[in-house]
């Protein structure tokens, strides 16, 4: 067999979206688009969402309606991509890495608390694998250091604390405590890239909770000016009748999304609750296998959350890097893809350069070291879920307590 990591679920339906809008003539920003916000919103439980062309652009358009920048400072976890960290230096604000707690993948929420200074703006946590990260916890923390936060704009005066601006990537459809994941914390970044469960091939959206003394409708067309290079009417308004004048209200950036890719969202949203459901089911089994073994492995499924089953993460205790990588090529000889989830960035050269060393984060660390990430995606069969688990039972096995 051939198993690769995580193929895109792509049916008749999207291809049927996409040529729809192919034969419409409007392929850019239009009525898919907008049709596909407000599918999102609604499915997530807000009033609004905007549709980007990726996680990353969301995040750094929302650190930017936020008005964070030069000065200010944004922490997240050293255990993360680099999606995470890199929008912070984007924006030109000060990344604050933290390590994970021990035995976790979540950030050590008591360093978090001791990392806020009064130029801490943002908090960004991360979902990972889709499981919820503990948005109590954080809460609590930010409303603890209320009295050391300084608002430098509107958004922030209203908020009144430090902002939680979750990295939802790995987590649409994912639940905490019976509330969905882009209603829970203050801003939430989704991504829709090919990988994910839901996929609009390249893509994101953005999600907030409202904001007492904050308009939606201004929030949302805040986000089209930065997004659409500041331009006062996208493309949509000026086909109107003699409706071709605007203005450029800043020099800002291009990252919107299509209409040819929204059409693929809209056919993924019709079938996505049968997507989660399958990957719950083979999360299920692979558990079933595993558990036994002594294979660590996230907990997806709990009476206070619901995954979106995005990355079935497990760790095998006491291996070394080496024997990581024999168990991996071994798996690639019998054909099935594994994957690493993830380095530290600490580890990468980009966040060395910025000072960051891998000796201050030792729990990322070990978490990294014995980490493997197995297929788990809506185009695996039954047979080929089987044969997932048989071979990487009878590899593991083998390096298991020694």
């Not at 400072?73 to 230096?89: F, G, H, M, R, W």
């Not at 924006?91 to 933290?98: C, E, F, S, T």
Request: proline fraction near 3%; glycine fraction near 8%.
């Amino acid at each position: 067999m051939k198993i690769p990591f995580s193929p895109p679920d792509i049916t008749d339906a999207e291809v049927e979206q996409v040529a729809e809008a192919l034969r419409s003539g409007w392929i850019t920003t239009g009525p898919k688009t907008k049709e596909l916000e407000h599918e999102v919103a609604g499915f997530c439980g807000v009033n609004r969402a905007v549709c980007l062309n990726s996680q990353t652009a969301c995040a750094e358009m929302t650190l930017r309606v936020l008005g964070v920048g030069e000065g200010d400072e944004v922490i997240t976890c050293a255990y993360t991509y680099t999606a995470s960290a890199s929008v912070v230096c984007h924006v030109g604000a000060k990344l604050v890495l933290i390590d994970t707690q021990k035995d976790s993948l979540e950030m050590d929420y008591e360093k978090l608390a001791d990392a806020i200074t009064e130029k801490t703006k943002v908090i960004i946590p991360i979902d990972l694998g889709g499981v919820p990260c503990d948005y109590d916890r954080i809460f609590s923390i930010v409303e603890s250091k209320k009295h050391l936060f300084r608002p430098s704009n509107d958004i922030q005066k209203a908020i009144g604390r430090i902002i939680v601006m979750t990295d939802a990537a790995h987590a649409f459809g994912a639940e905490w405590r019976g509330k969905k994941v882009g209603s829970i914390a203050d801003f939430s970044n989704f991504s829709f890239h090919a990988v994910k469960n839901f996929t609009t091939a390249e893509g994101g959206a953005a999600t907030w909770k409202d904001i007492e003394g904050i308009d939606n409708e201004e929030l949302y067309h805040k986000y089209q000016l930065l997004s659409l290079h500041g331009q006062s009417k996208d493309a949509l308004a000026k086909t109107q009748l003699g409706a071709w004048e605007y203005d450029i209200v800043g020099p800002w950036y291009k990252c919107n999304m299509t209409d040819v890719v929204a059409g693929i969202g809209l056919a993924q949203m019709k079938r996505y609750k049968g997507l989660l459901a399958r990957r719950k089911e083979i999360i299920g089994r692979y558990d079933d296998a595993f558990k036994p073994l002594g294979i660590e492995v996230l907990n997806h499924y709990a009476d206070e959350h619901q995954s979106s089953g995005h990355l079935y993460i497990t760790r095998i205790p006491g291996i070394t890097l080496e024997q990581r990588h024999e168990i991996i090529v071994k798996m690639a000889e019998k054909g099935i893809a594994c994957n690493v989830h993830y380095k530290p960035l600490p580890m990468m050269t980009a966040y060395k350069n910025l000072g960051f060393d891998i000796k201050d984060y030792p729990n990322a660390y070990k978490r990294f070291e014995n980490e493997i990430t197995l297929p788990l995606h809506t185009k695996l069969t039954d047979e080929e879920v089987e044969y997932v688990i048989e071979n990487y039972c009878e590899i593991v096995k083998n390096y298991i307590g020694k």
